[in-house]
């Protein structure tokens, strides 16, 4: 071991990643230089567009086709940039092997599992069909899979998320590497399962003796595995250091920023005696059909029974894992979803209301989707988005009035004005997310269902989102209900909390109640898995 | 699978006995009639033949007695080729039809994938470009003005192939190329834009970056996914190519089911346009399901159990 330490498997030499657009060169990253060392964990930190995954992309040989890669990235001494292709195919996938931030697209759809791991065994290994079954049954088990031998025969999509992850590490270290690069493996994963992906990234460093070189944005995931640390800005090395130091001694401001950048600051309760505005009663959604004449029964209960209330001014959040039900709760109860049970808005049930029935009340029951890139059209100015529940809402707005609204309403979101003729396309994923909120609030609703706000948005971009969410809280007397499977972020947001298990809830109270004193086991590893990864992680290598 | 398949047969028994019921009348609903010429026959002839072939009967009768021929399989005296029963003309042209469009469908997919495939691969190079500009053209132009250049050019000119009837494997040749031209440019089209946004997948990364031949990449993860939309378009291409050989058969006089469908309805000749019509929804019906279950076996993500 003290032999190879000396040695760096990957070095890096003042790289520069240009991609050539309609708008002429794009440079996303300038001159970067970094190594990783035999057996070391490295962490690349940094914002979305800071570089950081296109120079893994370019010493992996993957950059888009218009992008070109200047410098150098030598492994063991080879440089990978001027490599022929054959003989680049010869070290990924065999010494250089990568796994991705979406385990959901990574695997071939159409192939199973077993078919997939084997490729690279009998490209890169030559062995045999019955061989290389053997070997990725074995790399099942090394991943602890539940239930290998079934796992190998079957296609990704009958697999969760965490599962195909560690389908993905498994691959990963089908030819014994030297260097695993990990790009955000865990950011599309509940915080449990990226708990135990990177448990078991540790576990089979400290077994194998691969070098990892880890790329993320979220430092908490940095702090808790790396031994040293990049921060990378715009294309640019910010600072670099061994992990304490950066976190205990940050040189720049910009890491002072991204450290300081988790969510802070608290939600007062409502007053005592808040009217109730909207309330739901043992409300229920099933999908799937029940068994016919010729068909199973398909049924899946989404949410089984929930009751709540929701006070004016007040917020509740919604926190759970991915397919808890939490934003199918939602939905229903702006019956966006067929749904059983009471759902009372003012006095008047809505549930059951048809589409038209609906519509009087949708100004007032306002909704932001998750994703800010796929719910806002494409084809709309910003100000036609803004503008277009006025539309329906207020019909008989004359132009200038409306136009004052949507001007209204972006400088409410800290948009320009000047915003409102451009395309959604041209904005950044915070921004999108800004223009989706003045969309719900030009309505001036009492009720906002926020599905996921800022799950898509840097650390620093979402506490920008946070602060104007609380600001226009206050200002426009708003009740939120806020789904999130982010901890900190409904911390920061919610005076009530909801945990959402498999369609019921399993515990709800004042937000420091939940916080402070979880009452069941399930929102104690919620509760670690998000805040104390470092010492969950020691406790498993130690 | 197979209870899959007979469910989906069984539900299209009544789309199919809409059909017939709609043609039956839509037919009826046209002036004339199959026994009117130039010159008008004598009231007794007219009657005669009228009361031969059971037209004197109310609609409503004569539609329960076709309906119940049918159901034996005996789709009646066609009007205009009197000798011959109706299912015994389709037996003789229908084979033919089938052969031609099967053929045409075949080299469709085959040369619309391969070109498609091509053109992605070079995507925004002479090649892509050269491909879209021929799969434009090919749709653009209608094979009644693609046939009779390519008999002028290959039959009358060249001498390569014959210019009509059926004698041997050369006849097909013209008529099968005439056909699925347009069909090899749509395919070719779905298949390009297809094909490129598998290349762009995050799973063809991913096979990128674990060092796979590039023939395995495109041919194993790319072109699979690709071939999905083309697929789908299978079942409507079929049918096209079987309505659609009506122009090419008669231009190339090959004797298929095409040119009884036209002067079937030219000579208001029922029994005959009920049986194509039969025929034509019967055949849609099947491709379409054939195309679902090919789908399902390239898209585990689909299987129907």
């Known amino acids: 071991m003290e032999s190879k330490v000396t040695q760096p498997v990957l070095e890096i030499d003042d790289i520069r990643v240009t991609f050539d657009t309609a708008d002429g060169p794009v440079n996303a990253v300038r001159g970067v230089s970094m190594h990783v060392m035999a057996g070391e964990t490295v962490a690349v930190v940094g914002e979305s567009g800071s570089g950081k995954s296109q120079i893994m992309m370019a010493a992996m040989g993957l950059l888009a086709g218009n992008g070109r890669a200047e410098g150098a990235v030598r492994y063991r001494g080879t440089d990978l940039l001027t490599l022929a292709p054959r003989a680049l195919n010869d070290l990924r996938g065999a010494k250089i092997t990568m796994i991705f931030q979406e385990p959901m697209t990574s695997l071939d759809p159409l192939y199973r599992i077993g078919d997939q791991l084997i490729e690279p065994l009998r490209v890169h290994g030559g062995l045999s069909v019955k061989a290389a079954m053997a070997r990725a049954l074995e790399l099942l088990k090394l991943v602890q899979i539940p239930n290998p031998e079934a796992k190998l025969r079957a296609y990704p999509h009958e697999m969760s998320g965490g599962q195909r992850q560690r389908v993905m590490i498994a691959m990963a270290l089908a030819n014994d590497p030297d260097l695993l690069i990990a790009d955000e493996p865990t950011t599309a994963l509940d915080v449990t399962i990226q708990a135990e992906i990177l448990e078991l990234l540790a576990e089979l460093q400290a077994r194998l003796g691969m070098s990892i070189l880890f ?79 010729f068909s199973k029964d398909t049924t899946l209960t989404a949410v089984d029974g929930i009751s709540l209330a929701l006070h004016k001014g007040q917020t509740i959040g919604v926190v759970g894992e991915s397919g808890s039900g939490k934003s199918t709760l939602g939905r229903a109860l702006l019956q966006l979803l067929p749904s059983e049970g009471r759902i009372v808005y003012q006095g008047d049930r809505i549930d059951g209301l048809d589409r038209a029935g609906m519509r009087k009340y949708r100004d007032e029951l306002q909704m932001v989707f998750q994703d800010p890139y796929g719910s806002l059209s494409p084809r709309m100015t910003v100000g036609e988005i803004v503008a277009e529940g006025l539309s329906v809402h207020e ?89 999130s499977h982010d901890l900190a972020v409904v911390r920061a947001l919610s005076d009530y909390v909801m945990v959402m298990k498999e369609g019921v809830v399993v515990e709800e109270g004042p937000t420091a109640q939940i916080f402070d004193t979880p009452a069941t086991a399930y929102t104690r590893d919620l509760m670690r898995a998000a805040f104390d990864l470092k010492s969950l992680l020691l406790e498993k290598a130690g | 699978m197979l209870s899959y398949a007979i469910r989906r047969l069984l539900g299209a028994i009544p789309t199919l006995f809409f059909i017939i019921t709609a043609a039956f009348f839509m037919m009826r609903l046209a002036p004339g009639g199959p026994f009117d010429q130039e010159r008008a026959l004598e009231a007794t002839v007219m009657a005669n033949l009228n009361a031969t072939f059971g037209l004197d009967e109310p609609l409503w009768k004569q539609y329960v007695i076709y309906l119940g021929n049918l159901v034996r399989g005996d789709m009646g005296p066609s009007f205009v080729y009197r000798d011959l029963k109706v299912h015994q003309i389709l037996a003789i042209g229908l084979p033919v039809s089938i052969k031609l469009g099967g053929m045409a469908l075949a080299l469709a997919m085959l040369v619309g994938s391969a070109l498609g495939s091509i053109a992605a691969l070079r995507q925004n ?87 796979l031949p590039t023939r395995m990449i495109v041919i194993k993860h790319a072109l699979r996914a690709a071939c999905l939309p083309a697929i789908s378009y299978m079942g409507p291409a079929a049918a096209a190519l079987l309505t659609g050989s009506i122009v090419v058969e008669q231009i190339f006089g090959i004797p298929g089911i095409g040119r009884y469908f036209v002067q079937g309805a030219l000579n208001r000749d029922y029994t005959l346009v009920m049986g194509t019509v039969i025929v034509v929804a019967l055949f849609v019906v099947i491709f379409n399901l054939i195309v679902d279950l090919l789908y399902a076996l390239l898209d585990p993500r689909v299987r129907y159990d």
């Open chain 1, 215 to 293: 790329i993320t944005h979220d430092l908490t995931i940095v702090e808790a595995f790396a031994d040293r640390v990049y921060v990378m800005r715009k294309g640019l090395l910010e600072e670099e250091g061994p992990t304490e130091a950066i976190f205990g001694n940050p040189q720049t401001d910009y890491t002072r920023m991204l450290l300081a950048a988790e969510p802070d600051g608290t939600k007062a309760p409502v007053a005592e005696g808040a009217p109730v505005l909207l309330q739901g009663d043992d409300v229920r959604v099933t999908f799937g059909t029940p068994a016919g004449l």
């Open chain 1, 395 to 483: 019909p008989n707005l004359t132009r200038d009035l409306r136009n004052a609204k949507v001007s209204q309403a972006l400088k409410d979101v800290g948009l320009e004005e000047s915003f409102r003729n451009r395309f959604p396309h041209e904005f950044s994923g915070g921004q999108r997310q800004r223009i989706a909120i003045a969309r719900a609030v030009i309505l001036r609703p009492d009720v906002i269902v926020l599905d996921e706000p800022t799950s898509a948005l840097d650390r620093s971009v979402q506490k920008q989102v946070i602060e104007l969410l609380r600001r226009i809280q206050v200002e426009y007397g708003l009740s939120y209900i806020f789904i």
């Open chain 2, 125 to 211: 190079s002479a090649v892509d470009y050269g491909v879209i500009a021929v799969a434009t053209f090919g749709i653009t132009i209608p094979n009644f003005v693609v046939a009779p250049v390519l008999l002028l050019v290959f039959a009358l000119y060249f001498d390569i192939f014959p210019a009509g009837g059926l004698n041997g494997w050369q006849s097909y040749v013209l008529p099968v190329i005439a056909l699925s031209l347009p069909q090899i440019a749509v395919v070719a089209r779905l298949i390009r834009g297809a094909m490129i946004e598998a290349l762009r997948s995050d799973h063809v990364r991913t096979a990128r970056a674990y060092g």
